[in-house]
Structures are given as C-alpha cells and as structure tokens.
C-alpha cells in the first residue's frame, strides 16, 4: 500500500526552526517529486514546495522562499521540510504528497502552530 | 505565476442534481495540467481529475472533468450523500503549483 507519513508538527514560538519529514513506503520513492502542501485552519490548500526525484532541483512559494528548504534521503525513503524564522502565518497543517499525474498520493498532514 | 478563481464559492445542492464546478485561470495552463481535488473535513484531499479530463484511480464515472486553455469545469452527473464536500482545482503547468481558493458544495 502506498502510504506518507508526517511527523514534526508542533508549538513552535516566532522566529523559531521546525524540521518536518514525511515517511514514504509502498512504492519506489527515488523516483517521484514530491511536494508540501499546507493549510492554515479553516482556510485553503498552498501549495509550499517541490523537489525532484534526485533532489537536485527545487522550487518554493514567494512565501516561504530563503526560509523554508525542502530536501530528500532516498536511501531513508524520507522527505524533508526544514522550516526557519517561522511567523505566525506558518500555522497549518502541512501535507506531504507525491506528484504521479497531479498529487495523487497524500499523507494525513501534521500541525504546526507557530505562537508565543 | 497562474491564480486560480473558482466558482461559485458555495453550491447548494440537493442528492441526485447535477454539479458544476468552474476554476478559470490568469493564463493559459500548459498542456492542460489542470486537476481537481475532493477535500472532506479533518481529512487530507483526494486527487479526481488530472490532466482536466483524465479521472483518478477509484474515481466514480459521476466525476468529469473538461475544459483548456484559461477554462475548467468539473462537473458531478448525480450527486450521492458523500460528493458534499469543498473542491479545489490545481495547476502544474508552471514551477509555481497554484490551487484555486476552493468551491463548497453543500447540501440544499
């Protein structure tokens, strides 16, 4: 079973450092970009950030540029998302997900808040 | 980079109606990498439709999806209990991944 799961969500106060990771198994993950995707409470999705499968390339929104870096362990089977100098509009819950004809396979999201 | 309208923000609907959801684009989505996702509350979303038409693994034949160019519809031919749900389109045509800002679709 294709399966993604996130970890690293938490209370993190402004200007502070979250490292999220997303577990991948059921499939061969050297092979897919895979992105992040968050979701501020009772808002709508955003798309965060891209790697490729090689994690040779990268691509981030305006938002998150020079703060958030995205990165990948093929032999961990493991994606990234170090997040720096976090503001308070960071808050959501953050979806990892892998790119197969449009982001067909998304775990189940981990809650980062970002207060003091 | 491409935004995404959807509209209307919110259908109301009844069982057995038919849908329409339509996401317009500030340009033209390359080669039609439009796709549409059903999202469901406290859950993670669900891909439906990619490449505007092409329907997802375990998709119900009640989903479609058309359109290119600047304009997509997704339509749902008979709406059962578990269609009500909030829908956001999605570009990938562009290295910037846009999504629409989400039509709910309620029940009437």
């Known amino acids: 079973e294709v399966q993604l799961v996130e970890s690293g969500g938490g209370l993190v106060q402004p200007g502070g450092s979250l490292r999220l990771s997303c577990a991948a198994s059921g499939f061969t993950f050297s092979s897919y970009w895979m992105h992040w995707v968050r979701q501020a409470p009772g808002k709508g999705l955003v798309w965060v950030s891209r790697?490729?499968?090689?994690?040779?390339?990268?691509s981030y929104a305006d938002s998150v540029k020079g703060r958030f870096t995205i990165s990948r362990d093929n032999a961990k089977n493991t994606l990234y998302l170090q997040m720096n100098s976090l503001r308070a509009e960071d808050t959501a819950v953050y979806y990892c997900?892998?790119?197969?004809?449009?982001?067909?396979?998304w775990g189940q999201g981990t809650l980062v808040t970002v207060s003091s | 980079e491409i935004v995404l309208t959807q509209s209307p923000a919110t259908l109301s609907l009844s069982p057995g109606e038919r849908a329409t959801l339509s996401c317009g684009a500030s340009q033209s989505v390359s080669s039609s990498y439009l796709a549409w996702y059903q999202q469901k509350p406290g859950l993670a979303p669900r891909l439906l439709i990619y490449d505007a038409s092409s329907r997802a693994t375990g998709i119900p034949d009640r989903f479609s999806g058309s359109g290119s160019g600047t304009d997509f519809t997704l339509t749902i031919s008979r709406l059962e209990p578990e269609d009500f749900a909030v829908y956001y389109c999605?570009?990938?045509?562009?290295?910037?991944?846009?999504f629409g800002q989400g039509t709910k679709l309620e029940i009437k």
């Open positions: 997900a892998r790119e197969y004809t449009a982001m067909a396979t």
């Open positions: 790697i490729n499968s090689d994690g040779s390339s990268t």
């Open positions: 999605q570009q990938y045509g562009s290295s910037s991944y846009t």
